[in-house]
């Protein structure tokens, strides 16, 4: 057999480079938003069930939580409902919500633990109900434009917010050398369900369990500055600043405020990273350069 000593070469490079990641960060959670293309491109499926697989295989506890929207969309659209967005928020009425947790707590959540699997790993999928591992509240939503006097209150129906996070499940599992998969979806008081963002829920439990890290996937390259150049290695000081200055702004502004609450309370670090990218979790995790926005709190390390 033939070696490529070039390739060779700069396969051994890139796993020297990655030792020391490794090394650091054994033995901590690791909370990812999985969503966007990287949910619906074959190649990146398989890119990113390859990346958490080895996260877990070197001695990381990854813990995925899901989104679904393009999939809730495509059914709701062969059942003959129309998708309402106000927003950017999903009007969610009883009809909408069953079709909401047979997409996100049936369909997603089992392809994307079966995707798992299939690359060696030992993955569960839960939904915010199982354990009542979240509860939630109805969000309140309100709406204004300029010519408007006074704001308007909007129902949008089965869309929560959440209120707690029971992580006695999830630690479980993660004991267990199990990866736990989690569809957003909520426990209200009275047993009812919600349809609550993922990147809210991935912030809130990574919070919870003080995770080393909360990594959102997005279809970005993460944030730009106005000249469309990436910003990262930004503290929540800078972040405050870029809201303040009109950088942030936006669809963006959700995100970024989702990843600033996590570092602001007991997250190390948090990355937007553009999921197009294969391997897009590993090369932000092991490489000396990353690929996203690192937004860093508090308890960050000195650098490697």
């Known amino acids: 057999m033939t070696i490529n000593t070039n390739s060779a070469v700069t396969i051994a490079h890139v796993l020297t480079e990655a030792l020391p990641y490794i090394r650091k960060f054994q033995g901590k959670t690791i909370v990812i938003k999985y969503g966007g293309n990287a949910m619906i491109d074959d190649g990146l499926k398989n890119s990113f069930a390859r990346d958490i697989v080895l996260l877990k295989l070197v001695g990381l506890n990854p813990v995925v939580v899901h989104g679904g929207g393009p999939q809730i969309g495509n059914l709701l659209k062969r059942v003959g409902k129309e998708s309402v967005f106000v927003g950017g928020m999903r009007i969610t009425d009883k009809e909408t919500m069953d079709v909401v947790e047979m997409v996100l707590g049936g369909q997603v959540n089992k392809e994307i633990v079966a995707l798992l699997n299939s690359h060696g790993a030992k993955a569960v999928g839960l939904t915010g109900k199982d354990g009542a591992l979240i509860t939630a509240k109805k969000m309140q939503f309100s709406h204004q434009t300029e010519e408007m006097k006074a704001p308007e209150i909007i129902d949008i129906g089965h869309v929560g917010e959440v209120t707690?996070?029971?992580?006695?499940?999830?630690?479980?599992?993660?004991?267990?050398?199990?990866?736990?998969?989690?569809?957003?979806?909520?426990?209200?008081?009275?047993?009812?369900s919600y349809n609550i963002n993922a990147d809210l829920v991935a912030g809130k439990l990574a919070e919870k369990l003080a995770a080393e890290k909360l990594i959102l996937l997005t279809n970005t390259k993460g944030l730009l500055d106005k000249k469309d150049n990436l910003l990262t290695g930004l503290s929540a000081e800078k972040v405050d600043e870029l809201i303040a200055d009109g950088t942030i702004s936006g669809g963006m502004l959700p995100k970024i405020n989702c990843a600033l609450e996590a570092v602001q309370n007991n997250v190390c670090s948090a990355h937007i990273i553009d999921g197009r990218v294969e391997h897009a979790v590993m090369l932000e995790l092991f490489t000396d350069e990353g690929i996203g926005t690192l937004i860093f709190g508090d308890c960050i390390e000195d650098d490697l």
């Open 164 to 192: 707690s996070i029971n992580t006695s499940i999830v630690d479980m599992l993660v004991q267990g050398d199990f990866i736990p998969v989690i569809a957003p979806i909520g426990l209200g008081k009275n047993g009812e």
